[in-house]
């Protein structure tokens, strides 16, 4: 899921496209992407943002994004916004009647990190929808 | 001389009187005073520029008065002096009465009301508190109750989030992709201008004051002014929340649109104006 090219391509799109570095410069956190069996670290430290695959315990980090590998399927399909936007996928369930609506992503451990940079967050996470690999 | 790069809205302010205080309230109108006035609500945290496509809109200002005002703490209507000492916290009664108060300022006979999220749930209040003011109530996103909204309301005062950037991910996520590029960037551009607590405060309302479920079925004697206008691209507000209206409200004309999303009039004037206009058709003539 995380391989070599996904890393490279996710890399150079953060770091080129405008509205990304914009959200990007002063960003600082580092926040764990777990899908299935499938895990990558996102470190940001203003403006400067790696991403690590399989991270060990040395790496520790503020807040996870969690969902199943359909979830990470949907986050990267360009035309459905209401599924595939990160915060929709993350409130459709909650914000539903009943349980028909399902909640694709959690959203979990420090809020005050995660809402000082959510705005970063979710532009590193749209590019996932914009990169091959 | 008319310059022709001048647009036809014009924004004025008004005086309101409520509970003995004076609110300096601003508002905008498009170039039609004899037309019947729709009178516009805006959604929370944002304010009524929300509605400058609407204003602009040559057609509609053949036959209506558009008018769009700024509740006070929003855009141009400043708070009241003493906003410092007090947490703003909108009431479902300072909301309705604020409406009812604006329409009677301006001197209106029975406007046809519409307002969007927040301004689309008062809708359900005012026309149970206020049916005979108005002729018709349109609301746009409507919900009967809806808890969630104010589970964020920390953040946005936070000393640690920046509340103007937390905003905007949030904004676009309820915006639908279809929309054009520039009009989704500019409802994220209307959020980050909100005031310090404003979004809290209207949360207030919106989650925690107002829930509309238990005379939702009373508002079926008057279902002939009831009209809901439902886009399908917003994750707070689903189809089977409009079908629990529908199902409460006998009567209730409900349009679903697939090419609407949280914000329909800021979003994409187009297929606004699509969903908008049977209502409106229906509104006139009903009233011949």
């Not at chain 1, 956190?29 to 790696?50: I, M, N, Q, Y």
């Not at chain 2, 703003?88 to 909301?95: D, G, M, N, V, W």
């Not at chain 2, 189809?239 to 949280?262: C, F, M, N, Y």
Request: glycine share 6%; charged share 25%; with cysteine.
């Amino acid at each position: 899921m995380f391989s070599d090219a996904l890393i490279g391509n996710l890399t150079r799109a953060v770091h080129e496209d405008p509205e990304t570095r914009l959200a990007t410069r002063h960003a600082t956190f580092s926040s764990l992407l777990e899908f299935g069996p499938h895990t990558l670290l996102v470190k940001a430290r203003e403006g400067d943002v790696k991403f690590i695959a399989s991270p060990t315990t040395d790496e520790p980090w503020d807040f996870s994004v969690r969902g199943s590998a359909e979830a990470f399927r949907l986050l990267r399909e360009a035309a459905t916004p209401l599924t595939n936007h990160p915060i929709g996928m993350a409130t459709q369930g909650l914000m539903a009647v009943g349980t028909a609506t399902p909640t694709h992503l959690r959203f979990e451990g420090n809020y005050q990190k995660l809402y000082a940079n959510l705005a970063a967050v979710c532009a590193v996470l749209s590019q996932l929808r914009h990169i091959e690999g | 001389m008319v310059d022709s790069n001048i647009e036809s809205i014009v924004g004025r302010y008004i005086h309101v009187e409520l509970d003995g205080r004076d609110y300096r309230t601003y508002f905008e109108e498009n170039a039609n005073p004899k037309g019947r006035p729709i009178v516009c609500l805006h959604t929370a945290g944002a304010d009524s520029i929300e509605f400058r496509h609407l204003l602009a809109d040559p057609e509609i200002a053949e036959r209506f008065r558009v008018i769009a005002f700024d509740m006070p703490w929003h855009g141009r209507s400043l708070p009241p002096d003493g906003w410092w000492k007090e947490e703003y916290k909108l009431s479902r009664r300072f909301y309705v009465a604020f409406v009812v108060a604006f329409c009677e300022a301006m001197g209106l006979d029975k406007p046809i009301l519409m307002g969007c999220s927040m301004g689309g749930y008062v809708m359900f209040d005012i026309a149970h508190d206020h049916p005979e003011r108005f002729s018709a109530f349109i609301s746009l996103q409507g919900r009967d109750q809806e808890k969630a909204w104010d589970g964020l309301s920390k953040w946005f005062v936070h000393p640690e989030v920046n509340a103007n950037t937390l905003i905007r991910p949030l904004i676009a996520s309820l915006i639908p992709a279809s929309a054009p590029e520039a009009r989704r960037y500019e409802i994220e551009w209307i959020y980050a201008r909100c005031g310090p607590g404003v979004l809290p405060g209207d949360f207030h309302f919106a989650s925690v004051d107002h829930d509309s479920r238990e005379y939702g079925p009373k508002l079926s004697r008057i279902a002939e002014k009831m009209y809901l206008i439902a886009g399908d691209w917003d994750w707070s507000c689903f189809k089977e929340h409009t079908d629990r209206i529908q199902k409460a409200i006998k009567g209730i004309t409900v349009v679903r649109s697939p090419d609407l999303g949280h914000f329909p009039m800021s979003e994409n004037p187009a297929a606004f104006r699509k969903a908008l206009d049977p209502v409106l058709r229906q509104i006139e003539q009903r009233s011949i």
